[in-house]
């Protein structure tokens, strides 16, 4: 695989798809029909909606010459981060309130990426309840660690039974 493309791990190829014809000046409709493809097809591709087959990976990669298997190799480690966020243990979400996450949907959180962000707004507006949940996610040593990093005063810690 193109070694500038490893960065792309993870991100559907779709997407990349579109940034490079973009930087090529090529317009979507007219590359899928030069593909013998439905631009409908081009277009849910490159918003991430659907995956690539690999009989029109090898025909993308060709147009744009890119190395052979550039594209299934993309749409593979995307497949693969998938699976890993499927797999992802949550913390009990019957617990923490939704509109605790108004600005976000709660499902689409990824807990260990966004790990100080979901500690601090529990400490910050969450219940006795929901911070034992955070606590009990992440564990005390972790939360005590991103709660003492604040340039302001770090919350309490709930009190342990």
């Known amino acids: 695989m193109n070694s500038n493309l490893i960065k792309y ?21 007219t590359f899928a029909l030069a593909l013998g493809e439905y631009p409908q097809i ?9 995956n690539i087959p690999i009989s029109l990976a ?11 298997g550039t594209i299934v190799l993309l749409q ?3 497949d693969i981060e998938r699976e890993k966020k499927k797999l992802q243990i949550l913390p ?3 617990i923490l309130r939704k ?31 929901e911070k034992k949940e955070i606590e009990r996610f992440y564990g ?12 302001t005063k770090p919350m309490q810690l709930s009190q342990q039974k």
Not at 58 to 68: D, P, R, T
Not at 114 to 129: L, S, T, W
Request: overall charge positive; glycine content about 4%; hydrophobic content about 30%.
């Open 9 to 29: 791990k993870g991100i559907h190829p779709g997407i990349i798809i579109e940034r490079e014809l973009k930087k090529r000046s090529l317009k979507k409709r």
């Open 140 to 151: 005390n040593r972790k939360v005590r660690t991103v709660l003492n990093s604040q340039k």
């Open 42 to 50: 081009l277009n849910d591709i490159t918003k991430g909606k659907r």
């Open 99 to 129: 509109s605790l996450f108004w600005d976000t949907n709660i499902n689409q959180i990824d807990w260990n990426k966004q790990y100080k962000a979901v500690i601090n707004r529990i400490f910050e507006r969450g219940n006795e309840e």
């Open 76 to 78: 593979s480690y995307y």
């Open 58 to 68: 090898l025909k993308i990669e060709k147009e744009l010459e890119l190395e052979e």
């Open 92 to 94: 009990n979400l019957s």
